[in-house]
């Protein structure tokens, strides 16, 4: 592999890692909004 191949490899890695950890966020704030919800409806 040349500089350039390895540069596109972890610029592809970092990426990817960006995308799951977004995913994980938007999870976590659904999950808080479903619960805030939840315990309106509730009380």
């Known amino acids: 592999m040349n500089r350039n191949e390895i540069?596109?490899?972890m610029e592809l890695i970092?990426?990817?890692a960006a995308r799951v950890r977004a995913e994980?966020?938007?999870?976590r704030?659904?999950?808080n909004v479903y619960r805030n919800l939840l315990s309106r409806i509730l009380s």
């Open 7 to 9: 540069n596109l490899v």
């Open 24 to 27: 994980n966020h938007v999870n």
């Open 14 to 16: 970092i990426s990817g």
């Open 29 to 31: 704030v659904r999950k």
